[in-house]
């Protein structure tokens, strides 16, 4: 493990950290990116005061999205920093690449982001909008202007439990579905105690009314105080929450929550939707999770016995039991000599291995930690000799934050750095490994892949979807996606979508009178597959599209008949 250590040069409110990197033909996969910022690190200061990157996010062009807070007229503000490839400010972003904006009066915080396929840029946290804390959305368009379709006219909205202003609530992670709704995780006070909160909004940011009561829920975990630090939408819809729960005094323990797309807990996890781990008297902590795609669960974050952290990591299979082929009995504990650490977010990687980023503290200062782990839960020993990754400011402290991983395999990680008497946003990215070049799904184009043909079916003849996909060896699932073709709704920037199989249909928001999201549905069976109807379609013209993903994550996006995962027929 090596301890790599930058030196300060101001540049006006961009400042570089240049790192000390053994030059070689070959760069490992620890050593920092020199097309990035100058040596691979940079720092940004938004404003005078102090400023924290919480979140980051890629764009599909190869920008960085950093969000977090910004001290602006004695109270913290949401900031937002948009960064080019190369880590210079995105000019084209709010005019000189960075903004900063509130929904309420004294305080408001970003902790999460996400890129829409549109480019429009939502953030999430906390905001004092209301009499105490509620949790806070906003949507940026491409160009950083606030987005007038969104909220209520002003692109920004908030959201509470109870009756306004009867409690906080506080959101802490964000994730976004396949059909553009938007879920936030975080907590809530509920009569007294603290607890797991999820609310989910349109794509409009309107509650969605069909999720929970209303669109939120909460729930009781622990005996007192739980909080959500992190949230994933799986592919089939179901929601995973996780962070910590109070163990009645004794600590806090691991936990994680699985909701079925209405918000109700799922019982086919652990039996009743809710998973807690106590791995000792120490306190556990759940800052982040991914899912890989055979459906178990990596939960990453830390352990504190007594008063020395160190990294925890668990995996938990589908049905939320503790993987025993992962490390010891599921869990994998690292400790990095000669100080603390702890993992604040995770990342996979396409060639099954995996990543975390967090902090790392000696005694006197705190430094960005990363490790890379093989499926199994070793240490890679391929990434900086012993798998971790110390990196930091001489006499700063610095924090990791969050991680992002590009399809090129480069590993991002923000947080902030301590300059002077403030703290400032800090990106630095490093070499990563070349990611597996994906074996493309195969739907084969015959005839008896897809039913119907192209043409007309009547509808008593429709009973079924059905074909095969390949390579048959490596197929992870299978999902049909049925939009029924109606040009009215076009006109009216409607979408209708198959919802289950009693041929009800869903409507979602189009753009530009397109369909730009899919709603998939589930189908049954693997390399050979089907999805059936349990009542006839109405008369009409359809689309079917089908979506391949295979084990090592690549999935087949491609809706052509020529790929045979695509038909357009005509029910009579």
């Known amino acids: 493990m090596a301890r790599v250590f930058g030196f300060l040069k101001p540049l006006v409110c961009l400042v570089y950290l240049a790192a000390v990197i053994p030059q070689s033909a070959a760069a490992a996969s620890s050593d920092f990116d020199p097309t990035f910022g100058a040596g691979g690190k940079l720092t940004h200061s938004v404003v005078p005061g102090d400023d924290t990157a919480f979140a980051a996010a890629l764009q599909s062009d190869g920008k960085l999205i950093l969000a977090g807070r910004a001290y602006v007229s004695s109270r913290y503000q949401s900031s937002v920093a948009r960064l080019n490839s190369d880590g210079t400010l995105d000019s084209t972003f709010a005019g000189d690449g960075d903004l900063w904006t509130s929904i309420g009066s004294t305080r408001d915080v970003s902790y999460a982001a996400y890129v829409q396929p549109d480019g429009k840029i939502l953030v999430a946290g906390i905001t004092d909008a209301g009499p105490k804390d509620d949790m806070g959305l906003i949507r940026f368009n491409a160009d950083g202007t606030l987005d007038s379709t969104f909220g209520s006219g002003t692109g920004k909205a908030y959201y509470w439990f109870g009756s306004p202003g009867s ?18 995780a975080g907590d809530t006070e509920t009569g007294g105690t603290q607890d797991f909160a999820v609310i989910r909004a349109n794509g409009g ?13 909460y729930t009781p975990i622990g005996s007192s105080n739980d909080t959500a630090n992190a949230v994933i939408v799986q592919p089939d819809g179901k929601i995973v929450v996780a962070g910590q729960a109070d163990n009645g005094g004794a600590g806090f323990d691991f936990a994680i929550a699985r909701y079925n797309s209405d918000g109700t807990l799922d019982a086919s996890f652990d039996g009743d939707g809710i998973v807690t781990a106590d791995f000792g ?20 974050g830390y352990s504190q016995p007594g008063s020395v952290e160190h990294v925890v990591i668990v995996r938990y299979t589908a049905t939320g039991a503790l993987d025993t082929t992962f490390g010891v ?51 890679d020993t391929s990434f900086d000799g012993d798998g971790m990754l110390i990196t930091g400011a001489v006499g700063a402290d610095e924090h990791g934050e969050a991680l992002a991983i590009g399809p090129d395999g480069k590993i991002v990680v923000v947080g902030d750095t301590y300059i002077g008497s403030n703290y400032d946003m800090t990106a630095m990215r490093l070499v990563g490994e070349p990611q597996l070049v994906p074996v493309p799904p195969m739907l084969k184009p015959t005839s008896s892949i897809v039913r119907p043909k192209l043409g007309k079916t009547r509808a008593k003849r429709l009973k079924a979807f059905a074909g095969t996909a390949g390579p048959t060896d490596e197929v992870a699932k299978v999902e049909v996606a049925l939009r029924r073709v109606d040009r009215r709704a076009l006109r009216k920037k409607r979408c209708l979508w198959l919802r289950n199989s009693k041929a009800k249909f869903v409507r979602t928001r189009a753009t530009g009178k397109r369909c730009s999201v899919l709603h998939f549905l589930p189908a049954s069976g693997g390399a050979t597959w089907s999805y059936k109807l349990r009542r006839e379609l109405p008369k009409g013209r359809y689309e079917l599209s089908v979506r391949v993903t295979l084990t090592n994550g690549s999935t087949q996006t491609a809706f052509e008949a020529a790929n045979g995962n695509y038909r357009l027929f005509t029910v009579t």
């Not at 940011?205 to 939120?216: A, I, N, W």
């Open 281 to 300: 008297t120490d306190d556990q902590y759940i800052n982040s999770i991914a899912v890989r795609p055979d459906g178990s669960i990596l939960a990453a």
């Open 167 to 184: 409690s906080n609530a506080h959101a802490y992670a964000m994730a976004v579905q396949s059909d553009g709704k938007i879920v936030i």
């Open 329 to 379: 009995g599921g869990v994998v504990n690292t400790f990095a000599p000669g100080g603390e650490s702890r993992a604040n977010e995770i990342a996979l990687q396409n060639n099954d291995k995996f990543v975390v980023a967090g902090t790392f503290y000696d005694g006197t200062y705190t430094d960005h930690f990363v490790a890379q782990y093989l499926a199994s839960g070793a240490l």
């Open 205 to 217: 940011g309107g509650l969605d009314s069909t999720f929970g009561s209303g669109g939120r829920v």
